[in-house]
């Protein structure tokens, strides 16, 4: 058994990728499991003891339970998958922001999936966020997508640097509605054999469903703009350059 993190700037298709990956049967995921434990007191390979990761403790996370985000599978399904497990961990996408989070964790253990995503998507979301009248107050603006943007950018090449096995999942790749049915099925495919997986009826399912969401907000997208103010922010601050680094590392 191996220890999977997802992590990535918010926005970037951190839980897209962690509901079709987490619906895969060789796969016990937490959605944001230790979200918040983990900035307080960091991470351990004891947190991934059946016993414990299943026991959500104050402090742990901003949930009581697996249904947090629509999770494709509840306890009890997790359970019984735990034992046969070829991987068990979390999507945390703030873990780029204390890389060193992992270092108990032993590298030919271990294996971070770093999605990435173009700027301006990223922007638009946080800014869609931002103005949104649903129940989960988001007050980050579209400027604040920007550093958290090229914070990501950093923390996801530390990682790298220092020596853990790095997947780049390219958000704008993988997702983008512009690709054929058969397209987006062969690109999450790639995704599955880098973790010498195959395809599954139920993560080919939940593949599907996500599938139709992106496309709902990719129409909703179309109609957006970012301001005047954050496209000159892009321009000026954003780091291309180790985009492009992370992008050709794939």
């Not at 937490?30 to 307080?40: D, M, T, V």
Request: hydrophobic letters at 40%.
């Amino acid at each position: 058994m191996q220890y999977l993190f997802i992590l990535g700037c918010p926005r970037s298709g951190t839980t897209v990728t962690a509901r079709i990956l987490g619906s895969h049967p060789a796969i016990v995921l937490g959605i944001e499991r230790y979200a918040k434990l983990f900035f307080k007191h960091g991470l351990e390979p004891a947190l991934f003891d059946k016993d414990r990761f299943f026991d959500i403790r104050p402090g742990d996370a901003i949930y009581q339970d697996f249904s947090f985000k629509a999770y494709t599978a509840d306890a009890a399904t997790l359970r019984q998958r735990y034992d046969h497990a070829r991987y068990i961990g979390d999507k945390i996408p703030g873990l780029y922001r204390k890389p060193e989070a992992l270092a108990g964790f032993p590298k030919a253990e271990t294996l971070v999936i770093a999605t990435l995503r173009n700027i301006w998507d990223v922007c638009l979301s946080y800014q869609a966020r931002f103005y949104s009248t649903g129940k989960n107050k988001w007050d980050k603006t579209a400027l604040q997508g920007v550093r958290d943007w090229n914070l990501s950018l950093r923390g996801i090449a530390a990682i790298q640097q220092a020596g853990y096995p790095l997947i780049i999942a390219d958000y704008d790749r993988l997702y983008t509605p512009l690709q054929s049915e058969e397209e987006y099925r062969g690109n999450l495919g790639a995704l599955l054999q880098k973790l010498g997986l195959a395809w599954h009826g139920q993560a080919e399912n939940q593949a599907a469903t996500e599938r139709r969401k992106v496309s709902d907000l990719e129409a909703a997208r179309q109609q957006a703009s970012l301001p005047l103010e954050v496209r000159l922010a892009i321009c000026r601050d954003a780091d291309f350059e180790a985009y492009r680094r992370l992008l050709k590392s794939a």
